[in-house]
């Protein structure tokens, strides 16, 4: 009988140990991290901006964005090269002092520029108007002189206005500025004349000047500048003409 206690005393310890040991390893599994293969929670690619696009993606999408941009850009026409000024300045000149004016006019305008040169130069003697016999007294005397012009205007269709400067010589225009304005076909340009002179104003020689163009050209009152007179008077007085022309 003790024996038999004995075995049964034994046979319970052991199932009791038995069933202890199993609801351990239980609570073990529980707690283990699954392999890194089955982890389920995926990790977001880093993001850089507020729209919430991943880095690479909002690199590609600006990538895109500069190229378009860039074909944009290449996609505009280039501004065309200025296919020249519309408007001339013309001056003769024999001592420089309506050069100094009309370098003044087309400087101011941003103006192309030609000067009347003769084709035979003139000396200081033909210049001396107390000599009668002088090559400018000649010429101013005689109504049909007309200089011949070493050179010629370009493209003179181009221009829709002129600037005609010259000084006065005998309270006229000299003959060779005649010679240009019979060279050409003004019809339907704007031509503004001035002078230079001691005293003498534009008067007659506008006029005379004025009967040489086309009936359709558009002949503007002319001025007189003194030797004296800056660039800030060349200025003021285009800036009073009216035209499409703005000096600076």
């Known amino acids: 009988m003790k024996k038999l206690l004995?075995?049964?005393?034994?046979?319970?310890m052991v199932f009791s140990l038995t069933a202890c040991g199993g609801q351990?390893?239980?609570?073990?599994?529980?707690?283990?991290?699954?392999?890194?293969?089955?982890?389920?929670?995926?990790?977001?690619?880093?993001?850089?901006?507020?729209?919430g696009?991943?880095?690479?993606?909002?690199?590609?999408?600006?990538?895109?964005?500069?190229?378009?941009?860039?074909?944009?850009?290449?996609?505009v026409d280039t501004p065309k090269e200025a296919e020249g000024s519309h408007v001339l300045v013309v001056y003769f000149s024999a001592t420089g002092t309506?050069?100094?004016?009309?370098?003044?006019?087309?400087?101011?305008?941003?103006?192309?520029?030609?000067?009347?040169?003769?084709?035979?130069?003139?000396?200081?003697?033909?210049?001396?108007?107390?000599?009668?016999?002088?090559?400018?007294s000649i010429e101013q005397n005689d109504e049909t002189a007309r200089p011949a012009i070493s050179g010629s205007v370009e493209n003179m269709e181009q221009y829709d206005t002129v600037f005609l400067a010259y000084p006065i010589w005998w309270g006229e225009a000299p003959r060779i500025v005649y010679t240009f304005m019979e060279?050409?076909?003004?019809?339907?340009?704007?031509?503004?004349p001035f002078c230079t002179s001691g005293g003498s104003?534009?008067?007659?020689?506008?006029?005379?000047?004025?009967?040489?163009?086309?009936?359709?050209?558009?002949?503007?009152?002319?001025?007189?500048?003194?030797?004296?007179s800056s660039r800030e008077d060349m200025v003021s007085w285009i800036n009073g003409l009216g035209l499409d022309v703005t000096a600076e």
């Open 6 to 12: 004995s075995f049964l005393c034994i046979f319970t």
């Open 24 to 51: 351990s390893g239980a609570g073990n599994g529980s707690e283990e991290e699954p392999p890194a293969s089955q982890t389920v929670h995926s990790q977001e690619p880093e993001q850089t901006e507020s729209h």
């Open 53 to 75: 696009q991943p880095f690479e993606e909002n690199s590609k999408g600006q990538a895109e964005q500069e190229n378009k941009e860039t074909a944009d850009t290449e996609a």
């Open 98 to 136: 309506t050069k100094a004016l009309a370098e003044y006019a087309a400087d101011a305008m941003g103006a192309d520029i030609y000067e009347i040169v003769p084709d035979e130069p003139y000396t200081e003697a033909d210049l001396d108007y107390g000599d009668s016999k002088s090559r400018s």
């Open 183 to 192: 060279s050409y076909d003004f019809s339907g340009k704007t031509i503004a």
């Open 201 to 228: 104003g534009i008067g007659s020689s506008a006029k005379n000047l004025h009967s040489l163009a086309a009936s359709d050209t558009t002949w503007l009152d002319g001025e007189r500048f003194g030797s004296g």
